[in-house]
């Protein structure tokens, strides 16, 4: 291809660009919290607009629907599913953080960064924002109708842009099915760390409460009563260390989740919007296209037919009439498969901007086991001294035996 038009297709972007665009909050609003609720509404905050905004989620459907409607060649992220019954609290948490990866795709696509769709969603406080949107699109058309490359799309593809799309297609597929097992792993892991708090906080608990035990000793055990009882002082003091170590493994499985799982699921959303941005070339305008060139090839054959047959002129006329429709329809659906393939292959190189993205989820996986690790480390070294006066005995009765392991550890 020609150097300028290499121009008119390629993306001049980095991911910094992309992720520095905007950045959108997504928080509950919080007097609106609770197990049962009849709608849950968000604070939705843009940085680049410097705006504030409430929206529920049905909002959300309604924006998406209309980025469809006026964006259909491009990649429009999915939305969280709707639940029928009463939401519970974790399931409103996991659809506020789908509806934060939903709106900050979108709104740091180059498509749709100064669009007005995007604007009234992220900036509108009026009545029913709803309406303002639909507004904002009407007798507007969608994106082939307002390009103005739409016409000549074909002229900036490469010759061999069917082959292009195959190959990044599978490549897409590829990556989606890895990285779905890495975001699984991931999210186990964030988990097994929550579960170690848990685990560890019990822990410490127990000991609490074994030190706080004030079951008296009988009689018979009355020799070992005092050591029995600076045993039980040492045993309810540990539980501050446990707990301490219970807040760091919860920490980290925290940042696991937000700087790991979140961001894979983030990565999960752009490559199953491209997949179905491949699904809706295939099944729609290409569809349409072939469909329209087998209406043509039977009107033809009509027409041949009636010439044939030397109907009446008016209905060969008709006829004629129709093909001609039919070649325009044709010509217009051959011109929107070119656009569509035009926008497919920005879209892919969208893709691969965001690939980097992955040396950024790698590092933070790696920067939260060190620090995770780090800090428990320090807490379990600051436990160890105090566990020497679990082994303090009476002087008049000789200490059990040590091991050599045994010996080693507690003469450190």
């Given at each position: 291809m020609h150097s300028s038009q290499e121009s008119q297709l390629m993306l001049n972007h980095t991911l910094q660009q992309l992720l520095g665009h905007d950045t959108v909050q997504v928080e509950l609003i919080p007097?609106?919290?609770?197990?049962?609720l009849k709608h849950v509404e968000y604070e939705v905050s843009s940085q680049c607009f410097k705006s504030s905004v409430y929206r529920r989620y049905n909002d959300f459907v309604v924006f998406q629907e209309m980025l469809l409607q006026k964006y259909p060649y491009r990649m429009v992220p999915t939305l969280p599913p709707k639940r029928m019954l009463g939401a519970d609290r974790e399931f409103i948490e996991a659809r506020r953080r789908a509806l934060t990866r939903f709106i900050n795709l979108?709104?740091?696509?180059?498509?749709?960064?100064?669009d007005i769709l995007v604007n009234v969603f992220l900036t509108y406080n009026g009545q029913d924002v709803q309406n303002k949107m639909r507004e904002s699109i009407r007798g507007v058309g969608d994106e082939y109708i307002t390009s103005k490359l739409s016409t000549q799309a074909?002229?900036?593809?490469?010759?061999?842009?069917?082959?292009?799309?195959?190959?990044?297609?599978?490549?897409?597929?590829?990556?989606?099915?890895?990285f779905y097992k890495l975001r699984d792993r991931a999210d186990r892991m964030a988990a097994r760390a929550t579960?170690?708090?848990?685990?560890?906080?019990?822990?410490?608990?127990?000991?609490?409460?074994?030190?706080?035990?004030?079951?008296?000793?009988?009689?018979?055990?009355?020799?070992?009563?005092?050591?029995?009882?600076?045993?039980?002082?040492?045993?309810?003091?540990?539980?501050?260390?446990?707990?301490?170590?219970?807040?760091?493994?919860?920490?980290?499985?925290?940042?696991?989740?937000?700087?790991?799982?979140?961001?894979?699921?983030?990565?999960?959303?752009?490559?199953?919007?491209?997949k179905d941005l491949c699904e809706r070339h295939e099944k729609g305008v290409l569809h349409k296209h072939q469909?329209?060139?087998?209406?043509?090839?039977?009107?033809?054959?009509?027409?041949m037919s009636a010439t044939v047959q030397s109907k009446e002129a008016e209905s060969v006329e008709q006829l004629e009439s129709r093909i001609v429709e039919q070649e325009n329809a044709i010509i217009v659906m051959e011109l929107r498969n070119y656009f569509s393939l035009y926008c497919l292959h920005q879209e892919t190189q969208l893709i691969h901007i965001y690939l980097p993205l992955t040396s950024h989820?790698?590092?933070?996986?790696?920067?939260?086991?060190?620090?995770?690790?780090?800090?428990?480390?320090?807490v379990w070294?600051?436990?160890?001294?105090?566990?020497?006066?679990?082994?303090?005995?009476?002087?008049?009765?000789?200490?059990?035996?040590?091991?050599?392991?045994?010996?080693?550890?507690?003469?450190?």
């Open positions: 007097e609106k919290k609770g197990l049962f979108v709104a740091r696509h180059p498509s749709f960064w100064d074909k002229d900036f593809l490469p010759a061999d842009i069917q082959i292009q799309f195959s190959a990044s297609r599978e490549l897409i597929r590829n990556l989606f099915n890895s579960e170690n708090a848990t685990d560890l906080l019990s822990f410490g608990k127990e000991l609490s409460a074994l030190g706080s035990d004030t079951t008296p000793l009988p009689s018979w055990a009355a020799v070992t009563q005092s050591t029995w009882g600076t045993l039980k002082q040492a045993l309810k003091g540990l539980s501050v260390e446990f707990a301490l170590l219970a807040d760091k493994a919860a920490h980290q499985g925290k940042m696991e989740e937000i700087d790991v799982v979140e961001k894979l699921n983030m990565f999960l959303d752009l490559l199953q919007s491209y469909k329209a060139l087998h209406k043509y090839s039977l009107m033809k054959k009509q027409m989820i790698l590092g933070a996986f790696v920067n939260s086991q060190i620090q995770g690790h780090k800090e428990m480390n320090q070294n600051d436990l160890k001294p105090k566990l020497n006066c679990l082994f303090v005995e009476p002087p008049t009765l000789p200490s059990p035996p040590l091991s050599p392991e045994e010996r080693n550890f507690f003469t450190r």
